[in-house]
């Protein structure tokens, strides 16, 4: 296969200096190189900062759009990838294919598609993307096929480099469980912490971050590594293989990961890699059962960790990315390719 030559252009978070995001973006940057790809990254909402006159944001914005185009010409892609990239305009893709002729485009897109403005997003960007892929499964892609384009399934991505511990493997925790995401109003994962948490008081020691206590960088890191069991928890349950990007982290860590059974995860992973629940009361009494049984713990945690890394590695994911979008034969079978619109 020739090597392919892709421009990122995602939100890279430069002006959080470090304080970083363990995004999919970064991933899909590793699996490029692991695949021995060239690349080329362009951080949208940094430029518009950095170009802004004045500091006005709106200016600096289509001044990066122009910067973009800049960008392509020089680097010539074969492959451009588009994360959120909410300053980026429709017509500057027409530009850029009308300068570059053979380019593909495709956006990925990695939150909730019942959320508005996830749904907007897939909207805007259909008639100006070869692809779109979601990590949300299931009849719901279908609605942004245009008879030209390609609509699909993409899992969560992982790195070795960043995801790059096997607590499956460690005996001493600073915390037995643990659950880290963004409160909002009428959120149910809040709903289930609070009954679940009663249920195990005094018996597991659980640490809760978000909110005024959220944690980025080195200090999430840290937190992962030093984690005996996980909960990864959605905002909503039961839409067809998503879950929030965490699931890499605490699967690709070797924490032992509590996720709902309404999810169809079981098509990937099963009892002995991962531990599903179906309610509050259910997993109260699953998180007790592993905090005591740490041999059982430790081995599904392990087997989780691996199997993550072997099919939902980020150089894997990519592949299956470019050669969707670019009508290659599939180079091997992937385990979610029954999820391809076309």
């Given at each position: 296969?020739?090597?392919?030559?892709?421009?990122?252009?995602?939100?890279?978070m430069?002006?959080?200096y470090?304080?970083?995001?363990?995004?999919?973006?970064?991933?899909?940057?590793?699996?490029?190189?692991?695949?021995?790809?060239?690349?080329?990254?362009?951080?949208?909402?940094?430029?518009?900062?950095?170009?802004?006159?004045?500091?006005?944001?709106?200016?600096?914005?289509?001044?990066?759009?122009r910067k973009?185009?800049?960008?392509?010409?020089?680097?010539?892609?074969?492959?451009?990838?588009?994360?959120h990239?909410?300053?980026?305009?429709?017509?500057?893709?027409?530009?850029?294919?009308?300068?570059?002729?053979a380019?593909?485009?495709?956006?990925?897109?990695?939150?909730?598609?019942?959320?508005?403005?996830?749904?907007?997003?897939?909207?805007?960007?259909?008639?100006?993307?070869?692809?779109?892929?979601?990590?949300?499964?299931?009849?719901?892609?279908?609605?942004?096929?245009?008879?030209?384009?390609?609509?699909?399934?993409?899992?969560?991505?992982?790195?070795?480099?960043?995801?790059?511990?096997?607590?499956?493997?460690?005996?001493?925790f600073?915390?037995?469980?643990?659950?880290?995401?963004?409160?909002?109003?009428?959120?149910?994962?809040w709903?289930?912490?609070?009954?679940?948490?009663?249920?195990?008081?005094?018996?597991?020691?659980?640490?809760?971050?978000?909110?005024?206590?959220?944690?980025?960088?080195?200090?999430?890191?840290?937190?992962?590594?030093?984690?005996?069991?996980?909960?990864?928890?959605?905002?909503?349950?039961?839409?067809?293989?998503?879950?929030?990007?965490?699931?890499?982290?605490?699967?690709?860590?070797?924490?032992?990961?509590?996720?709902?059974?309404?999810?169809?995860?079981?098509s990937?992973?099963?009892?002995?890699e991962?531990?599903?629940?179906?309610?509050?009361?259910?997993?109260?009494?699953?998180?007790?059962?592993?905090?005591?049984?740490?041999?059982?713990?430790?081995k599904?945690?392990?087997?989780?960790?691996?199997?993550?890394?072997?099919?939902?590695?980020?150089?894997?994911?990519?592949?299956?990315?470019?050669?969707?979008?670019?009508?290659?034969?599939?180079?091997e079978?992937?385990?979610?390719?029954?999820?391809?619109?076309?």
């Amino acid at each position: 296969m020739k090597p392919h030559r892709i421009l990122l252009v995602d939100n890279l978070m430069i002006r959080r200096y470090g304080n970083l995001r363990m995004g999919p973006g970064r991933k899909l940057n590793c699996g490029a190189v692991r695949n021995n790809w060239r690349i080329c990254e362009f951080s949208d909402r940094d430029m518009a900062r950095l170009l802004a006159p004045l500091g006005i944001r709106s200016i600096g914005g289509k001044i990066a759009n122009r910067k973009l185009v800049k960008c392509a010409v020089n680097f010539r892609p074969d492959i451009i990838l588009l994360g959120h990239c909410d300053y980026i305009t429709n017509d500057t893709l027409f530009e850029i294919k009308e300068k570059l002729g053979a380019v593909k485009i495709a956006h990925f897109n990695v939150d909730p598609l019942w959320q508005e403005s996830t749904a907007r997003q897939m909207e805007e960007r259909k008639y100006s993307c070869d692809a779109l892929f979601a990590t949300t499964a299931g009849d719901i892609l279908k609605t942004w096929l245009t008879g030209s384009n390609t609509v699909a399934y993409m899992p969560n991505p992982s790195d070795p480099s960043m995801e790059c511990e096997d607590n499956g493997k460690k005996s001493v925790f600073e915390r037995n469980l643990f659950f880290a995401g963004n409160p909002r109003k009428g959120d149910p994962r809040w709903d289930l912490i609070a009954e679940v948490l009663p249920k195990i008081e005094g018996k597991v020691s659980c640490e809760i971050f978000g909110g005024k206590n959220g944690v980025w960088g080195a200090r999430y890191e840290e937190i992962l590594s030093s984690s005996k069991m996980s909960l990864n928890l959605n905002r909503r349950e039961g839409d067809k293989w998503y879950s929030s990007d965490r699931i890499a982290h605490l699967m690709g860590y070797g924490i032992l990961t509590f996720q709902s059974s309404k999810n169809q995860m079981d098509s990937f992973f099963c009892d002995q890699e991962t531990v599903y629940f179906d309610d509050s009361e259910d997993l109260a009494e699953k998180i007790i059962y592993y905090n005591s049984h740490d041999e059982e713990r430790a081995k599904i945690a392990s087997a989780g960790r691996e199997k993550y890394h072997s099919i939902f590695n980020g150089a894997r994911v990519l592949k299956f990315m470019v050669e969707t979008m670019t009508g290659e034969k599939y180079s091997e079978i992937y385990e979610w390719a029954d999820e391809v619109y076309r």
